[in-house]
């Protein structure tokens, strides 16, 4: 009988998990085909509580157990149709594999709901990281402004609104793309010929990276696309010099038949774990969020390629592949 109740139990449908009152629901109406009417319960975690109350029909019984940890306090019982004899010990197994069951739930709310804090938070650390790379940019704009006195500053602030202004607006985009903020531009405006050099430049430039850029290709696509990959990417490898001062980098970009192909390496430390790098959410950063290879990886799917991160020579390297013309 008991391992009747386990494969009924198992049966339970994994949709309302996070539902604590509809899987109580869902395991009574398994549990009914077995001789127990009803579950009853007063459970009381997260600051919630929720209650079901006994109804006992006229021969029923109530076989009732407290329940206590860390998280949660309060008791559930079943409602049987006897609990003499073998049912009696019988009864009392079934409520502990319910009681076990329910607590397992209830604790995977609760660590599933503290994970989105947690996720949301790292996500307003990550917004306003860009934020204040922003207003950095607008303060040296500012600076370089008011100090302007010859035609050759005038020359290095030109030089250095055509190194920032670019990634700059990426990261613009980025915010307002997660407040669900739409950009003026529409998508069909957006498509253009990039030559994928030039754009990893501006990058480069822009977190100043030792970093050799070899070969060249031109693709016909929306430039944000390519941003994407390029900023995420080399700004990884740029968070990198708070522990390695002398790290190189070189992006070698190639094109054969009708795809291109980049190759990005660096001297740092290699991937602790190549096949999770583009997974959400995953980062080896202590302020790290997790959201820019996943970034990348969705973008470079959408163009219809692929990404490969892997430790060559004990160093990492990301290869990504995408033909030259993409859908949109």
Same mark, same amino acid.
């Not at 594999?97 to 397992?104: A, K, M, P, R, T």
């Not at 030109?158 to 950009?183: C, D, G, H, W």
């Not at 004990?314 to 859908?327: C, G, R």
């Given at each position: 009988?008991?391992?009747?109740?386990?494969?009924?139990?198992?049966?339970?449908?994994?949709?309302?998990?996070?539902?604590?009152?509809?899987?109580?629901?869902?395991?009574?109406?398994?549990?009914?085909?077995?001789?127990?009417?009803?579950?009853?319960?007063?459970?009381?975690?997260?600051?919630?509580?929720?209650?079901?109350?006994?109804?006992?029909?006229?021969?029923?019984?109530?076989?009732?157990?407290?329940?206590?940890?860390?998280?949660?306090?309060?008791?559930?019982?079943?409602?049987?149709?006897?609990?003499?004899?073998?049912?009696?010990?019988?009864?009392?197994?079934?409520?502990?594999?319910?009681?076990?069951?329910?607590?397992?739930?209830?604790?995977?709310?609760?660590?599933?709901?503290?994970?989105?804090?947690?996720?949301?938070?790292?996500?307003?650390?990550?917004?306003?990281?860009?934020?204040?790379?922003?207003?950095?940019?607008?303060?040296?704009?500012?600076?370089?402004?008011?100090?302007?006195?010859?035609?050759?500053?005038?020359?290095?602030?030109?030089?250095?609104?055509?190194?920032?202004?670019?990634?700059?607006?990426?990261?613009?985009?980025?915010?307002?793309?997660?407040?669900? @903020?739409?950009? #003026?531009?529409?998508? &069909? !405006?957006?498509?253009?010929? =990039? +030559?994928?050099?030039?754009?990893?430049? /501006?990058?480069?430039?822009?977190?100043?990276?030792?970093?050799?850029?070899?070969?060249?290709?031109?693709?016909?696509?929306?430039?944000?696309?390519?941003?994407?990959?390029?900023?995420?990417?080399?700004?990884?490898?740029?968070?990198?010099?708070?522990?390695?001062?002398?790290?190189?980098?070189? @992006?070698?970009? #190639?094109?054969?038949? &009708? !795809?291109?192909?980049?190759? =990005? +390496?660096?001297?740092?430390?290699?991937? /602790?774990?190549?096949?999770?790098?583009?997974?959400?959410?995953?980062?080896?950063?202590?302020?790290?969020?997790?959201?820019?290879?996943?970034?990348?990886?969705?973008?470079?799917?959408?163009?219809?390629?692929?990404?490969?991160?892997?430790?060559?020579?004990?160093?990492?390297?990301?290869?990504?592949?995408?033909?030259?013309?993409?859908?949109?």
């Amino acid at each position: 009988r008991i391992l009747k109740i386990l494969t009924l139990l198992i049966k339970v449908q994994v949709n309302h998990h996070l539902n604590i009152k509809e899987y109580i629901h869902a395991l009574t109406l398994q549990l009914q085909e077995i001789g127990i009417d009803a579950i009853v319960y007063k459970l009381t975690f997260s600051h919630s509580t929720i209650i079901h109350k006994n109804t006992l029909a006229k021969g029923n019984a109530l076989v009732e157990k407290t329940l206590e940890d860390n998280l949660i306090h309060g008791s559930i019982g079943i409602q049987v149709t006897s609990n003499k004899g073998e049912h009696k010990i019988l009864n009392k197994l079934i409520l502990y594999i319910i009681h076990l069951q329910i607590l397992n739930q209830i604790h995977s709310k609760i660590h599933t709901t503290n994970q989105s804090f947690k996720q949301i938070s790292q996500l307003q650390t990550y917004m306003v990281h860009d934020l204040k790379n922003i207003l950095q940019f607008f303060q040296a704009m500012q600076y370089n402004v008011k100090n302007i006195h010859t035609e050759e500053e005038k020359s290095r602030f030109i030089s250095y609104l055509q190194n920032n202004t670019e990634p700059i607006n990426r990261k613009v985009k980025i915010i307002l793309a997660l407040l669900k @903020v739409p950009s #003026s531009a529409t998508k &069909e !405006n957006n498509l253009e010929n =990039i +030559s994928i050099a030039s754009l990893f430049e /501006e990058y480069k430039n822009f977190y100043k990276l030792a970093c050799v850029i070899t070969g060249d290709a031109i693709i016909f696509s929306d430039k944000e696309y390519i941003q994407t990959i390029a900023d995420n990417i080399l700004g990884n490898i740029h968070d990198k010099f708070f522990t390695d001062k002398i790290l190189t980098c070189q @992006v070698v970009i #190639s094109e054969r038949e &009708e !795809n291109i192909t980049l190759r =990005i +390496s660096d001297t740092g430390i290699p991937f /602790e774990n190549p096949m999770e790098v583009c997974e959400p959410f995953y980062t080896t950063k202590s302020q790290g969020i997790g959201v820019g290879m996943y970034q990348v990886a969705s973008v470079i799917k959408h163009l219809g390629g692929t990404i490969l991160c892997e430790n060559i020579n004990e160093h990492p390297q990301t290869l990504i592949t995408f033909p030259l013309i993409v859908k949109v």
